[in-house]
């Protein structure tokens, strides 16, 4: 079990659009492995390469309620081929520490990927699922939930983020 150290914003690695995976070789599939690790440590619901310092095409994901056995899923490359209908919900990130956020996203999508093993996979994500894609695949394209809000609001959690980082309170 290796728990790494996470990225939070504005570490440049979290707005670099990542790189695709063309095989899953044994270091890859140890960086998901640790990747779950770091996931279920913080804990959180998903985690992307970026925000452990890697600009590589992979996520891990779990929506499992904490109460009942994990379900982890790994995805190399994942990419959307399918949304539909709209949903608002609060997102928070480990990357943006201290901050949440309403964001409107689709509210089913199908993401076609390799799991943890390179085979080809299709997942269906509907509700809590269908967010936690739409969000972890962004950090792929070098974007955060804060890309998805008002302006405003970016540019005051910005401001609070600099002083926070200025007093050493990261
Ligand atoms: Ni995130």
Redesign the pocket.
Known sequence: MAVLPIKTFPDPVLSRVCRQVNEVDDDLKQLSQDMLDTMYAAPGV???AP?VGRDLRLVVIDCTPRDQEPQPLVLFNPRIVEMEGQVVFEEG????PDFTSDVTRAERVVVKAMDAEGRPITVEGNGLMAICLQ??LD?LEGR??LDRISPLKRSLYKKRRVKQIKRGDE
């Open positions: 998903g985690l992307a925000q990130c480990l990357s943006v969000h972890e950090h955060l939930f």
